[in-house]
């Protein structure tokens, strides 16, 4: 039998509510927990610099309520190097990060910044922390994340999830270099019901990060139904 991917559920946007009005309510954790009853693999969660969705109390109460794997994203600064070694998940996702950006709109230029990026990588590695680069489709990108000792590449699934033309071709391209460099091969953004399928089927594709839409979509179906139905449709794309 083909073993689908993995789900990891990005529970930010729980927490985006939350800090709309302020309090405890909805409770990212309560949402992590009920992720992973419904059929997520692990839990994901962005502490920014700005500290707009996620706290620093949220990631403490995660790594030690939740037994799934945690997925901490963070940009490579001092700070959240500091912070993810002390907090120990069971993976950090590196990802570029400005201000002013809503999200992360692209990927990491890993082939521009490896002498900075290659001791942050060893860096965290050093505590046993799985380290992924989030990158776009690039064969430049996927060349230089090897190089810097990553051991996961997450694929930026942005364009393709906006219509480009070719961007499923460059995932699947990206995928295979990745893998036949020794690379796990994960992906997200922007991944919905409607577009989930083609990117699940790519069978070197280990793990699909998912969050904004399924949290929307949890407006209308509730949590444990919106997760799955992904978890479902994943199932299908890569079995047939």
């Known amino acids: 039998m083909t073993v689908p991917p993995r789900l990891g559920v990005n529970i930010d946007h729980v927490a985006t509510l939350r800090n709309a009005r302020g309090g405890a309510n909805p409770d990212p954790v309560e949402a992590a ?7 997520a693999d692990g839990i994901t969660a962005h502490l920014r610099e700005d500290r707009r969705h996620i706290r620093d109390e949220d990631l403490a109460r995660l790594r030690a309520e939740i037994r799934a794997p945690l ?30 950006e809503v999200t992360t709109e692209g990927g990491l230029d890993v082939a521009g910044q490896t002498d900075w990026l290659g001791p942050v990588v060893r860096a965290l590695s050093s505590k046993g922390i799985r380290v992924s680069l989030f990158i776009d489709p690039d064969p430049l990108q996927i060349s230089a ?28 391209a990206a995928a295979a270099q990745a893998a036949a460099l020794g690379l796990e091969v994960h992906a997200g953004h922007g991944l919905s019901f409607g577009n989930v399928a083609p990117v699940a089927a790519i069978s070197e594709i280990a793990e699909l990060n998912i969050g904004h839409f399924l949290i929307g979509q949890a407006i209308f179906d509730g949590l444990g139904p919106t997760v799955q139905e992904m978890r479902r449709l994943m199932t299908v794309a890569r079995s047939v």
């Not at 927990?33 to 059929?39: D, F, I, Q, T």
């Not at 190097?81 to 996702?93: E, F, G, N, Y």
């Open 71 to 100: 997925n901490m994203e963070m940009a490579a600064t001092d700070e959240m190097v500091a912070i993810a070694r002390d907090l120990r998940p069971h993976a950090c996702c590196i990802v570029p990060e400005r201000r002013e």
């Open 33 to 39: 927990l009920l992720a992973l009853r419904s059929g």
């Open 145 to 172: 994340a090897a190089s810097v000792g990553t051991a996961v590449v997450e694929l930026h699934t942005g364009a393709y999830a906006l219509g480009a033309d070719g961007e499923l071709g460059r995932l699947k």
